[in-house]
């Protein structure tokens, strides 16, 4: 009896954890980075940097913004001159479709982006949305203006050591939400 109760405890607990998703959420305000699995925070990074253009809910290219929303790892690129990449699935089609709105993209790169997302590939990437906007470490560079200044082009950036330890969690496909 011990034994049958042990194996529908394990069953149960299995199923608990399928359903719960590993996921990150970017602060800009805050400038924090948290990985949760469901509602519980696993681990958070204090003192990100975002882009030098600030945040706003649509990135173009060469503005030096953050975009906002939700996206997925797409591929990670290690190594990277800023340690590894892990790049996010921007543009998204709410992303194409306010741009095509606002008359920024014609109707066929709106398309191509709303092709990409269906396929599950990376959208285009060298279009008036720009591209190559993820999570990254700061390389060779500063840390001292990473910590006081935001100072990318577009992108989530943490400190090297930040960057290891976030790589333990990260994975192909996981929500990134940049709020």
């Known amino acids: 009896m011990r034994?049958?109760?042990t194996l529908v405890w394990l069953a149960l607990s299995m199923l608990a954890d399928a359903g719960t998703e590993r996921w990150v959420e970017v602060d800009t305000a805050a400038r924090t980075l948290?990985?949760?699995e469901g509602s519980r925070p696993l681990q958070r990074f204090d003192?990100?940097?975002v882009g030098r253009g600030g945040v706003a809910p649509l990135h173009y290219h060469?503005?030096?913004s953050t975009p906002l929303g939700s996206f997925h790892i797409m591929r990670i690129r290690s190594p990277h001159v800023f340690g590894s990449f892990y790049q996010l699935d921007y543009p998204r089609p709410e992303h194409a479709e306010q741009a095509f709105h606002d008359g920024r993209i014609d109707a066929g790169t709106r398309d191509d982006i709303l092709l990409a997302a269906r396929a599950g590939r990376l959208p285009?990437?060298?279009t008036a949305l720009g591209g190559a906007i993820g999570i990254h470490g700061v390389g060779r560079g500063s840390y001292r203006i990473h910590r006081d200044f935001n100072w990318t082009n577009g992108c989530v950036a943490l400190s090297n050591a930040q960057l290891h330890q976030f790589a333990r969690w990260a994975k192909i496909g996981m929500r990134v939400v940049i709020r």
């Open 62 to 64: 060469g503005d030096g």
């Open 47 to 49: 003192n990100i940097s």
């Open 34 to 36: 948290t990985v949760y």
């Open 3 to 5: 034994y049958a109760l």
């Open 124 to 126: 285009p990437q060298y």
